[in-house]
């Protein structure tokens, strides 16, 4: 999950931005919430939240002095909400690599329009891009399928066991393979070796790569195993997709 900070002195709107809007089906998860802008920039540094949005005129310390002291440590996506506009602010706010403006009072679809805008420039662990492309049931995703998501977007390459990865969630392999196939409608190993695939054909294109390379990056066991399960999403080996890239055979299986 993108981490998502919100900085603004009017309760009500603060906690409108909290609770009304689905973050979570957006790919972000709230890490902070502040009133002022000295609260802001202590909870910015604590939890480092990859977008943050925030009011100008605040309390203690100003959403963009706050910006600029923040963004002096580390850097992030950041968002104004505000009525005001000058030259001096747009000035300052542009200096400062500011993404987007959002004017008050703020519209919900506006707001959504505006994330999605910016999810190309926020840092992708790859969770947010294999949810919108599997997950086929919002409704029936849990933190458990956002977990498998996530552990399969960081380390396409690590051998994962099922019965281990839901110990350690303190659920039952059982319980956890039924909420997988619920939300996406297809098992874990099945999603897992797709995305190993569709990632092995980004590496496919690296020049002087070997393909039993390729294959121990994404956790085959050897290059037969990887060149079977290759073939079986996409109608052709690795070898005929490197002369043919792109080439997909309308008879691949997408089901195990």
Known sequence: MLKLGIVEDEAIIRHGIETV???SALGFTVVCSAGDGEEGLAAILDTRPDLVLT?????????????EKAKSVY????????GYSDFEF?????????SEYLLKPIDEDALIQMVRRLQDKL???GQY???????KDEAACNQYVDAALKRIAEAPGEKINVEAFAGALGITAAYFSRSFKRATGRTFVDVLNDYRIERSKEYLA???????????????????????VFKKYTGISPSEYLNHPGGTHPEAKKEV
Not at 129 to 135: D, E
Not at 206 to 228: I, Q
């Open 21 to 23: 809007t689905d973050w």
């Open 55 to 67: 009011d100008i005129c605040m309390p203690k310390m100003d959403g963009l002095e706050m910006l």
């Open 75 to 82: 850097d992030f996506q950041a968002v104004l909400l505000t």
């Open 90 to 98: 747009a000035r300052r706010a542009i200096r400062l690599g500011v």
């Open 123 to 125: 840092p992708d662990n």
């Open 129 to 135: 891009t294999l949810k919108l492309k599997y997950v």
């Open 206 to 228: 690296e020049p002087g790569l070997k393909l039993y390379e390729v294959a121990d990056r994404l956790g085959f066991c050897d290059y037969k195993h990887f060149s079977a």
